[in-house]
Structures are given as structure tokens and as C-alpha cells.
């Protein structure tokens, strides 16, 4: 029983029980301002009906196949997409981008095999060509 007290009690399983419960409430969010703020906005958009493709269907050999119920999935699912990569994933990119640009360049291109080394080594680690020495800020030259 202890064992099973340990697995429970592991940091990386309460981090995704917290991950699948935050993502199924965001996803809850997404959904209410998808059908409530922009589906609204499709249909003013497009005249004043709110498009529901429930009821397409077509008949083959007897066989009846509605593909409407999977239109309007495939709707739901592009709007939702779109909202998502407009209001989460662009500006959560931007706001990373304004940190990368402050890091400093910690490592450079070997010039005969284009490997990354550090800016300050003399020598290649993977092909052994010899460098050209450049200075790293705050040490004096040597």
C-alpha cells in the first residue's frame, strides 16, 4: 500500500491532475465565449441566422449518412482553433519574444564543421579546428 501512497503522492502526477483540471475549465471558457461571443458574431456576419447544418444528409444505397452533426463539429472546432491561436498562442508568443531578444549570444558557429561551441573557446570540440580568439566582455585580453 505504501507503494501505491508514493505513486499518489508524486509531484509530476498532482502537476497533471492540476494540468487536466485547469485545461478542462479553459476549455469550458473557450467554449462559452465561442458560442456565446463569436458564433453570434457568424451570424450577423452572415445575415442574421445562426448557421446549423444538423439536419444535411444524403442518402446512398439505401444507406442514410448525416453529415451535418459533423459539420457543425468541424465549425465549432475551427472557431474554437482560431479564438484560441488569436487570444492565447500569439500573444503568449509575443511576451516570450520580448525575453529572448534580452538574453546574451552564448555560443557561436564553428566556421569549417557549423557546429555551435562556446563564444569563448579556442578550439572546436567536434572537429578540432583551431579558432580565431575574440575577447569575451570583461576579461582582459590576453
Same mark, same amino acid.
Given at each position: 500500500?505504501?507503494?501505491?501512497?508514493?505513486?499518489?503522492?508524486?509531484?509530476?502526477?498532482?502537476?497533471?491532475?492540476?494540468?487536466?483540471?485547469?485545461?478542462?475549465?479553459?476549455?469550458?471558457?473557450?467554449?462559452?465565449?465561442?458560442?456565446?461571443?463569436?458564433?453570434?458574431?457568424?451570424?450577423?456576419?452572415?445575415?442574421? /441566422?445562426?448557421?446549423?447544418? #444538423?439536419?444535411? #444528409?444524403?442518402?446512398?444505397?439505401?444507406? /442514410?449518412?448525416?453529415?451535418?452533426?459533423?459539420?457543425? /463539429?468541424?465549425? #465549432?472546432?475551427?472557431?474554437?482553433?482560431?479564438?484560441?491561436?488569436?487570444?492565447?498562442?500569439?500573444?503568449?508568443?509575443?511576451?516570450?519574444?520580448?525575453?529572448?531578444?534580452?538574453?546574451?549570444? #552564448?555560443?557561436?558557429?564553428?566556421?569549417?564543421?557549423?557546429?555551435?561551441?562556446?563564444?569563448?573557446?579556442?578550439?572546436?570540440?567536434?572537429?578540432?579546428?583551431?579558432?580565431?580568439?575574440?575577447?569575451?566582455?570583461?576579461?582582459?585580453?590576453?
Amino acid at each position: 500500500m505504501s507503494g501505491f501512497k508514493k505513486f499518489l503522492m508524486r509531484g509530476n502526477l498532482v502537476e497533471l491532475a492540476v494540468a487536466v483540471v485547469v485545461g478542462a475549465l479553459f476549455s469550458q471558457l473557450i467554449q462559452a465565449l465561442v458560442t456565446d461571443l463569436v458564433t453570434p458574431l457568424v451570424a450577423a456576419v452572415t445575415g442574421g /441566422h445562426q448557421p446549423d447544418f #444538423s439536419d444535411y #444528409s444524403f442518402t446512398l444505397n439505401g444507406a /442514410h449518412f448525416p453529415y451535418g452533426d459533423f459539420v457543425n /463539429h468541424l465549425l #465549432s472546432f475551427l472557431i474554437v482553433a482560431a479564438v484560441v491561436y488569436w487570444l492565447v498562442v500569439l500573444p503568449m508568443a509575443r511576451f516570450l519574444s520580448l525575453f529572448e531578444t534580452k538574453k546574451k549570444a #552564448s555560443e557561436k558557429k564553428c566556421p569549417e564543421c557549423l557546429s555551435d561551441i562556446p563564444i569563448a573557446a579556442r578550439r572546436c570540440a567536434f572537429c578540432t579546428a583551431e579558432l580565431p580568439t575574440v575577447p569575451v566582455q570583461g576579461t582582459p585580453p590576453a
